[in-house]
């Protein structure tokens, strides 16, 4: 069993639309959870993370997580062009600390002009 | 500016053929890390570092060694390199303790090996 699964898409929504990316995960003591954006042949770069239970809002991002059905979802508000990459869970480990990420293979989102 | 750097950036070598890629961060990071990134498999954890002297394996540590001898650098040597560790490679960086870090990634090193 995966770790941490994605949707690998890819996801198509028109530009100003809300896209929504979902990520579940398998260990139930996983503390910390994260999403990266990563635009296709450069590193991957944080976009925010959130750790408690609810909703996390940064601009027009917007992190939602459940402990009780272990998934986390990201919102992209008024998506933009610019927002068309590949978007990467990651969460921690209770096994190997609060350092060590456990990341999903990725969902690509395309944005339509 | 607070940076991984990474050298070299592309790489084609021959199986067999020693080589190391260099990772070094200028943040005064304690934890390092490497990770290969290959399609439809995502980013795996090779080895990580907690801090000077201290390394131990990922979830794909076969066929890699590390060493952490000095706090901002952090090298990935391949032995022996084979054609199935073709693939890109990024380094990170970040603070390490009980708090929520953001890990800071380089640009990455695509090898091939043939």
């Known amino acids: 069993q995966k770790e941490v699964e994605q949707n690998s898409g890819p996801l198509s929504v028109p530009e100003g639309a809300i896209a929504s990316l979902n990520c579940t995960y398998s260990d139930r003591g996983s503390q910390s959870f994260f999403w990266y954006r990563q635009y296709s042949g450069k590193s991957p770069e944080l976009i925010m993370f959130i750790y408690s239970n609810g909703d996390k809002e940064d601009g027009r991002f917007t992190a939602q997580l459940n402990k009780a059905s272990q998934y986390v979802s990201l919102l992209i508000r008024d998506s933009q062009p610019s927002d068309s990459a590949t978007y990467l869970c990651?969460?921690?480990?209770?096994?190997?600390?609060?350092?060590?990420?456990?990341f999903g293979t990725g969902t690509r989102l395309t944005v339509i002009p | 500016e607070a940076q991984v750097t990474q050298n070299p950036r592309y790489l084609i070598t021959v199986t067999g053929k020693k080589l190391t890629v260099t990772c070094s961060q200028n943040m005064n990071h304690e934890y390092m890390s490497w990770y290969r990134q290959d399609p439809g498999l995502g980013l795996r954890q090779i080895y990580y570092s907690m801090n000077v002297e201290v390394t131990d394996k990922g979830d794909v540590p076969e066929g890699y060694k590390v060493s952490r001898k000095e706090k901002r650098n952090f090298p990935l040597i391949l032995e022996s390199p084979s054609p199935n560790q073709t693939s890109l490679y990024f380094c990170a960086s970040s603070f390490s303790g009980q708090g929520v870090y953001e890990q800071y990634f380089g640009p990455g090193t695509r090898l091939t090996v043939t």
């Open positions: 990651a969460v921690t480990s209770r096994y190997t600390g609060a350092n060590n990420l456990f």
